[in-house]
């Protein structure tokens, strides 16, 4: 697989959750690597941990800071590390919506609850006294509503007769454990799957107007136009012909773009076996920075340099609105 997925880790406090994370990453499998410890409290004594385990740490107090001020050094911090990832860890901040916009979908949170059951906090005493029978623990993707995004997994833990929320904590906190270092696992792990890769590609393709797929030499790709007479415009090649990528073929303008991009940008694209006589660029998909935007500009420039008129214009027109 590519290089492990890097991730800085953010806490507040103890950091429990942040050392499963990082002794997790130390099994020999492991798709990430914690590059970072970063605390708005400079106390907090996740960060001694870290630093004894070698991993570089960073801490700036939000008193006295303006939120947007805090959150920008927060984030540069994560910047300056490398950091792909951040991962949330009884951060105890409300973040900036522009920190969050900027990390959409790079941004994961623990919260101690059967999500969408009890955002916020004392999240075990509101299960005990709403009589439920088990609580739980969520990790989810960071969107500007508070404990809201997409829940990527979760495990629940029985509330007992005359459980406490410390005595549920304790062992909803043996479930965080287990729960962080797989989820966040899974989660960096399908940016190199190439199957997570191909639907993604395949929905991109298919939303176009006119277009259908049709295997060409075991490679899956995508035409425009009928069935019958439509032409090429994107192709999916995992690993072909001994390289190391799983990528997207489209069409440059000519071999004149196609190496001045590949020479400009050698980690985004470079130039496949056969298809790149011809003009076909490769775009690599396996790797953390992907962004699905630019993606589906390619594919849309492509197919716009083979799709028949009539589908064109029909694009154009919608383009307007
Ligand atoms: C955990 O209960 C987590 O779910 C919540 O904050 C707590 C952090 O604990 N978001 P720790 O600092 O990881 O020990």
Known sequence: MADKARIAVFISGR???????????????SPYEVVLVAANDPEA????????????????????????????????????????????????????????ENWQGRMLNIHPSLLPKYPGLDTHQRAIDAGD??????????TSELDAGEVLGQIRVKIRDGETPGSLAER???????????????????????????????????????????????????????????KYFAYFSDRHHGSDYTALLVKTSGMDELLDLVEAQPQTYF??????????????????????????????????SVAPKSATKLMNVADEF
């Open 172 to 230: 909803v906190r043996f479930a965080e454990h287990q729960l962080y270092p797989r989820v966040l696992g899974d989660y960096v792990r399908r940016e190199s799957d190439p199957s997570y890769l191909l639907d993604k590609i395949r929905e991109l393709a298919l939303a176009l107007p006119q277009t259908h797929e049709r295997e060409s030499h075991g490679t899956p790709g995508w035409r425009a136009g009928s069935e019958k007479s439509g």
């Open 15 to 29: 950091g429990s959750n942040m050392a499963a994370l990082l002794y997790a990453s130390q099994l020999p499998d």
């Open 133 to 142: 029978r088990h609580g739980g623990v969520s990790v989810h993707l960071v």
């Open 45 to 100: 004594q996740g960060l001694e941990l870290a630093a004894a385990e070698g991993v570089p740490t960073f801490a700036l107090s939000h008193k006295g800071l303006g939120r947007a001020e805090h959150d920008a050094a927060m984030e540069q911090a994560a910047r300056d590390a490398g950091a792909d990832y951040i991962a949330l860890a009884g951060y105890m901040r409300i973040l900036t919506e522009r920190f969050v």
């Open 271 to 304: 130039k496949p076996a056969y298809y790149g006589a011809s003009g076909w660029i490769g775009l690599i998909l396996n790797r953390p920075e992907l962004d699905w935007e630019h993606v589906g500009e390619w594919l849309e420039r492509s197919w716009r």
